[in-house]
């Protein structure tokens, strides 16, 4: 009888601890498999968003987001001066995706990149050759050093392969992949840009000889009220890996154009005495950004604007999102 009771009570307590552990189970199979949905959610969106698939020193990627948040919000035709790796460009495309954009950069490997991109014989054979280049660092020598592209595609590979694949941009030695694959990445994201090119005019010209406000035809009548400039000259002061630098007489030079096309204009530049006494001289709003860092240097990055920036609160992307 007493073994009985024994036996009772262990079953009874059993049961009374199964319902904790029940509901703990519970809790850990709802976290898990909530946490599994973000993942892939996450993933769904990064993987339609356009992203830059150039890697170079100055790259505004990652402040993109934070630059737009002082834009306008009535912005029709965006036009990009120094479009660089087309960081900001893309994120103006990701937030608003019918907008015609124009783009221009004066770095011939640049326009040549994207005038292919725009070719469909001309993009499959640089995505072929990109396919079948090894990623070695024998190879990247010869690229830096002793090789002489016969053509434009083998000017663009090498100009893709000098740049995305150097350590941090800069195109002094080839990147030691850790935990991904630069050549995959680079594959990817130029199968994902190539949908989005319909919306993009580029141009390789001089920006002091580019006429503001953009003329359009009478079939596509875009406002000149609704034109925007953005301009990510090379910052003055500052070393860096172009072509063509910018000087402190050539940034009073672009703004001094820029307020006679009587567009709305934003700037993007360190703080520094320099900026804020331009900025003073020609009566522009001065807007602190946020601080990089660079190379072991701190830098604030600011934006020179020629109207009162309205900072703009960002919308957190839903789920039904990718589905409009």
Request: proline share 3%; with cysteine; charged share 25%.
């Amino acid at each position: 009888m007493q073994f009985i009771l024994i036996t009772y009570n262990v079953k009874h307590n059993r049961s009374k601890k199964s319902e904790p552990q029940k509901l703990i189970f519970r809790t850990m199979f709802i976290s898990l498999f909530y946490c599994r949905f973000m993942q892939c959610y996450v993933h769904f969106f990064n993987y339609h968003l356009i992203k830059t698939m150039l890697r170079r020193i100055g790259n505004k990627k990652k402040i993109a987001s934070e630059i737009i948040k002082y834009f306008p919000k009535d912005i029709t035709v965006f036009i990009d001066l120094f479009f660089g790796t087309g960081a900001m460009t893309w994120e103006m495309l990701n937030k608003y995706p019918k907008l015609y954009c124009f783009a221009n950069d004066l770095d011939n490997d640049i326009s040549n990149l994207w005038y292919i991109m725009q070719n469909e014989r001309d993009f499959n054979q640089l995505y072929e050759a990109i396919e079948l280049c090894p990623y070695h660092a024998d190879i990247y020598k010869y690229f830096k050093n002793d090789y002489l592209p016969k053509n434009n595609i083998e000017q663009a590979l090498q100009f893709l392969y000098l740049s995305n694949y150097s350590l941090f941009g800069f195109k002094s030695e080839l990147r030691q992949v850790a935990y991904n694959n630069s050549k995959e990445i680079l594959i990817n994201e130029m199968k994902n840009i190539l949908k989005y090119l319909s919306n993009v005019k580029f141009e390789n010209k001089d920006v002091f000889k580019i006429q503001i406000p953009l003329s359009f035809p009478e079939n596509r009548p875009l406002q000149k009220y609704g034109q925007f400039v953005y301009c990510d000259p090379p910052y003055i002061a500052t070393a860096d890996n172009y072509q063509n630098s910018f000087t402190e007489e050539q940034n009073r030079k672009l703004i001094e154009k820029l307020i006679a096309s009587e567009l709305r204009f934003a700037i993007s530049e360190f703080k520094s005495e320099i900026t804020e006494q331009i900025a003073k001289d020609y009566n522009l709003y001065y807007t602190e950004i946020k601080e990089r860092r660079n190379h072991k240097k701190r830098s604030t990055e600011i934006l020179m604007t020629n109207y009162k920036p309205d900072y703009q609160k960002q919308i957190k992307r839903t789920l039904w999102d990718g589905f409009n």
